[in-house]
C-alpha cells in the first residue's frame, strides 16, 4: 500500500509564548511536508519542502513523532532532497538517525526510532541555482541603500535581495549561501541594528554561510571602521569571509555617493561572486 497524505504546512509555534501571531508569521520559514506510508516496505516517508532550520526543525520533529506513534514497527524516512537545510539542523537531524533516537518536538524526551536522512542537494551541484544572496542593510539617508542595491543588482544569476535589517530572518540562511552585510559608519562602528543582528548570528546560523561585510562613510582624516568590526564578527560567528572590508564614500553626513562608488559596488559583487565560487 502507498498512502499519499495531502501536503502538510507546519511552522513551530513553540515561540508564541514570548512572540507576537504576526511576528512568528514574518520570522519562521514555513515548511511544507507530505508523508507517504509504504507498508510493504515497513517505511514512511516524510517528503519535505522549504528551508529547515533550528527555528521550526521541532515542529518536523512532531510530524514524526505523529507518524511513529501510529506506525511504530516502521522505518521514518526523513526526505530532504527537496529542502535546504540549515549547517546546525542538518548536524542536528543526522546525530538523531545515527542514535536511532526521535526528538518529542514539545519537550526533552526522546524516543528509539529507526530514523534515515536523504541529504539535501549538495550546494556545490549546480552553486548557481542553488546559492541564495542576502544583501542585508541599514542606511538612514539612503546611500547605503544605494550601495546594497547596486551589489544585489550585480550578484547576476543568483537569487540576490537587499533586506533592510529589520526585515531580516536569519532562519532564510542556509549553507552555501552568500550573506553580505551592510552599514554606515556611526560613530566608528556599525549602526545598534547591524550590531545586534551580528551578535544573533552569533549562534550558529553562520556555519557554511559565505561573507562580507562594507560600509558607507565621509571622506576625512580620522572616520572609524564598521565594516572591518562587521567582518570580524561574522568570521567569529563562523561564517566563512569572502573579501576584504569595503568601504564605499559619502559626500558630507547625508550623501550622496561621491562618483564612481556604485560601479565599484558592481564590480565588488562580481569579485565576491568569483570568489564565492557563484
Ligand atoms: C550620528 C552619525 C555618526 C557618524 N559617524 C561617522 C563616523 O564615525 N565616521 C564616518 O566616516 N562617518 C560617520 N558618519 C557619516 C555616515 O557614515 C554617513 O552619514 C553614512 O554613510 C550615510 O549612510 P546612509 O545614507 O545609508 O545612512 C556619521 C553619521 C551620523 C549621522
Redesign the pocket.
Known amino acids: 500500500m502507498n498512502v499519499q497524505r495531502k501536503p502538510l504546512e507546519i511552522q513551530d509555534r513553540s515561540h508564541l509564548r514570548t512572540g507576537g501571531l504576526m511576528d512568528a508569521h514574518a520570522r519562521t520559514p514555513r515548511l511544507k511536508v507530505t508523508v507517504r506510508i509504504d507498508d510493504n516496505l515497513e517505511t514512511s516517508r516524510i517528503e519535505v519542502h522549504g528551508v529547515v532550520s533550528a527555528a521550526n526543525i521541532r515542529a518536523l520533529y512532531v510530524v514524526c513523532r505523529r507518524v511513529s506513534t501510529k506506525l511504530p514497527d516502521h522505518e521514518i524516512v526523513i526526505d530532504l532532497a527537496h529542502a535546504r537545510v540549515t549547517a546546525d539542523a542538518i548536524e542536528e537531524l543526522r546525530e538523531r538517525a545515527r542514535l536511532s533516537l526521535l526528538s518529542s518536538g514539545i519537550d526533552a524526551s526522546v524516543t528509539p526510532c529507526r530514523l534515515r536522512i536523504v541529504d539535501p542537494p549538495k550546494h556545490h551541484q549546480n552553486q548557481r541555482d542553488r546559492m541564495k544572496a542576502h544583501v542585508v ?11 546594497a542595491e547596486a551589489i544585489t543588482d550585480a550578484l547576476d544569476g543568483l537569487q540576490a535581495t537587499a533586506v533592510p535589517v529589520g526585515d531580516f530572518n536569519p532562519g532564510v540562511l542556509a549553507a552555501g549561501d552568500l550573506l553580505v552585510v ?8 556599525p ?1 545598534p541594528k547591524i550590531t545586534e543582528l551580528l551578535s544573533a548570528l552569533g549562534n550558529g546560523p553562520l556555519k557554511g554561510v559565505k561573507a562580507a561585510a562594507f ?6 582624516f ?3 571602521d ?1 565594516a572591518k568590526k562587521m567582518t570580524h564578527a561574522l568570521r567569529s560567528g563562523g561564517a566563512e569571509i569572502v573579501s576584504e572590508p569595503m568601504p ?3 559626500k ?4 550622496p555617493l561621491r562618483s564612481g562608488e556604485i560601479g565599484k559596488a558592481t564590480a565588488w559583487a562580481r569579485a565576491l561572486l568569483t570568489s564565492a565560487g557563484g
Request: aromatic share 14%.
Open positions: 542593510y541599514d542606511s538612514a539617508y539612503g546611500n547605503t541603500k544605494s550601495v551592510g552599514s554606515p559608519i556611526n560613530g566608528w562602528r549602526t560600509d558607507t562613510r565621509v571622506r576625512m580620522i572616520h572609524g564598521a564605499f564614500y559619502v558630507g553626513t547625508e550623501g
